[in-house]
């Protein structure tokens, strides 16, 4: 079977992963480089060159099965990464934030001092702990009613101070959206995530980065065509044709692993009901600036942990900053960083490089979408699917951008036996 797989972020790298075990497959990406490693950057330090992810992403070991099984079957070696964190207000003062004790491969959470030296503080904390603890159980108590995480705090308790400075600017910089948007979120989806071992910080990242995960995924592809983007899918009798803007080319069978919002474009014509679906699923766009400005940190260098967040003046949003030197053991010498949704501009001469994003955001509207959406991704006699991390109801992270092209492996197979 000839397979055309659209799109090469880690949904249509494990869609071409699985599907070229047994047939033909094309990875096509419309970026000059594969669409996961497509921001990288490459830094000297210390005389040598590295390769910086952009996003650098990480995985926890229990929310993330499906990858975790990915990685492995590809030989994809990933190692505990620390992601201890420090929350600080916008003048560069520390409230809130863990060390680390490093015991057995994992991170154990170590308290700062300063998490029971005031009435805020001390608050979040034992709203955090009774968060980690419990939300699952009063969510289970909600007895199937739909509520969005800023709803469940106030229905539960919480105080404004676990919200408003703790979760939802944990949150909205962790899916790079807007405070409002984090707060919209569905309850199930936030606690799904976060009582899942944030506790002790089990976070992992692959071993040699990026480029090694994109390699290895895009292995089995029988080619991999860069700089490629199909403008239209169009339903032939037994076969599916992509038009490009130089000619066209027939396949069997094809995934579509293109952001939602870039879907709906060159989905067949006769997808009319998954456009309106697409259609519906809501994006924002984000920045991640790589920059050396110390600035963004807080203002003890003691509190400068690998991901410190930071809330604006008004302190209605909120940055995060990760120290590349804590988490790339490579990286020696001058302090680098890596800003999502940065608040301010990096000097001139501190800047390194800037990317752009667009990511989906979740709220109660998204499960019906969704759910209507893969209903009709299972209807017989399809030959194009749709998969990515927007598609599995939940916090699109990179887990669900594998278990949706498990979906797709499994119905591309179904209908070759049909
Ligand atoms: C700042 C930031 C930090 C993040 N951190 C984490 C993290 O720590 N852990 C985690 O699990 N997740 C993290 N994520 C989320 C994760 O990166 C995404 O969920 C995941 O990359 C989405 O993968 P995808 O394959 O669904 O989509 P994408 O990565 O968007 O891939 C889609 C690809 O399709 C290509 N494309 C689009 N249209 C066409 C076309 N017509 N023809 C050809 N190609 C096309 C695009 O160029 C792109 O390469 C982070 C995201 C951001 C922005």
């Not at 699985?18 to 921001?39: C, F, I, N, R």
């Not at 408003?164 to 199930?188: G, H, Q, R, V, W």
């Not at 990242?205 to 403008?231: H, Y």
Request: charged content about 25%; proline content about 5%.
């Amino acid at each position: 079977m000839k397979i055309a797989v659209i799109g090469s972020g880690i949904a249509g790298l494990s869609a071409s992963w699985y599907l070229g075990k047994e047939h033909e497959v094309s990875l096509l990406e419309k970026h000059p480089l594969v669409g996961m490693d497509a921001h990288g950057t490459d830094l000297f330090s210390n005389g040598h060159s590295i390769r910086v992810d952009v996003p650098f992403r990480a995985f926890k070991r229990n929310y993330y099965p499906c990858l975790l099984d990915l990685y492995q079957e590809a030989g994809i070696e990933v190692r505990p990464v620390d992601y201890s964190f420090s929350l600080n207000y916008g003048d560069g003062t520390t409230y809130f934030g863990f060390s680390t004790l490093g015991i057995g491969g994992n991170f154990v959470p170590i308290p700062y001092w300063v998490c029971f030296s005031n009435k805020t503080s001390r608050r979040i904390f034992s709203d955090a702990i009774r968060f980690y603890e419990e939300s699952e159980k009063e969510l289970q108590s909600l007895d199937g009613e739909q509520l969005t995480i800023s709803q469940f705090l106030s229905r539960f308790g919480y105080s404004v101070e676990f919200e408003d400075l703790y979760l939802i600017p944990m949150f909205s910089t962790i899916n790079t959206c807007t405070s409002e948007s984090a707060k919209n979120y569905p309850a199930d989806a936030v606690i799904g995530y976060h009582s899942s071992g944030l506790k002790f910080l089990r976070f992992l990242t692959p071993e040699k980065g990026t480029r090694d995960v994109t390699e290895k995924l895009s292995k089995r592809a029988s080619s991999i065509r860069l700089s490629t983007d199909p403008k239209k899918i169009v339903l032939e009798k037994d076969k599916v044709k992509l038009i490009f803007d130089n000619g066209e080319e027939l396949f069997d069978r094809v995934v579509v692993a293109a952001p939602a919002n870039q879907a709906i474009s060159i989905l067949p014509d006769e997808y009319s009901r998954e456009k309106v679906l697409l259609s519906k699923l809501k994006y924002e766009t984000s920045e991640v600036v790589v920059h050396s400005d110390e600035k963004f940190m807080p203002k003890h260098k003691r509190h400068w942990a690998p991901m410190c967040f930071s809330l604006s003046q008004d302190s209605s949003t909120a940055t995060a900053t990760i120290l590349l030197n804590k988490v790339l053991p490579s990286m020696k010498g001058k302090a680098v960083f890596q800003t999502w949704n940065p608040l301010v501009e990096p000097s001139e001469k501190d800047f390194i490089s800037r990317s752009k994003f667009e990511r989906p955001v979740i709220d109660l509207a998204s499960r019906k979408i969704l759910e209507e959406l893969k209903e009709l991704q299972e209807l017989p006699d399809r030959k194009v699917w749709l998969c990515g991390s927007y598609a599995r109801y939940g916090i699109p992270l990179l887990e669900a951008g594998v278990s949706t092209s498990l979906d797709v492996k499994r119905w591309v197979e179904g209908s070759l036996r049909s």
